[in-house]
Each structure stands twice: as structure tokens, then as C-alpha cells.
């Protein structure tokens, strides 16, 4: 892993959910190749995309410490 940064997203909702929050993100380039459930890169943390769409955004969930 070359760390290479391919964008950088704006967090635009955060919603609680059992055990931490889901946490939406507005990113265009990443969505035009992602999937559900495809791992992203996240601050060095590795999370499942969730939602993902045209609008352009996705959202993945983070447990207590991740968002800390």
C-alpha cells in the first residue's frame, strides 16, 4: 500500500446507529467506481461502503473509537 490519497470527501450527516454512528460522505470521484459493501480508506481506516450514490455520496459505519 502506496497511501496514495485519491480524494478528499466532506462528512455531510452523521446519524447515531447501535454501537458508534453512520457517518455520510460527499465524495465525487470515489463513487463513480465504488460499490456497497467495496472497503475505503478512511483517515488510514479501512471501512465497508454503505449507500452508495449517484448524488454523489456514501456512507459507512464507524464504531465508538473510529470517530473519537
Known amino acids: 500500500f502506496t497511501g496514495l490519497i485519491e480524494e478528499l470527501g466532506k462528512v ?3 446519524k447515531p446507529v447501535a454501537g458508534g ?4 460522505v460527499a465524495a465525487e470521484l470515489v463513487t ?3 460499490a456497497n ?3 475505503i480508506a478512511v ?3 479501512c471501512l465497508t461502503a ?3 450514490s449517484s448524488d454523489p455520496s456514501y456512507a459507512v459505519d ?6 473519537s
Open 50 to 52: 454503505l449507500d452508495v
Open 21 to 24: 454512528e453512520r457517518i455520510t
Open 43 to 45: 483517515n488510514g481506516v
Open 12 to 14: 455531510i450527516a452523521r
Open 62 to 67: 464507524c464504531d465508538g473509537i473510529a470517530v
Open 32 to 34: 463513480s467506481d465504488i
Open 37 to 39: 459493501g467495496d472497503s
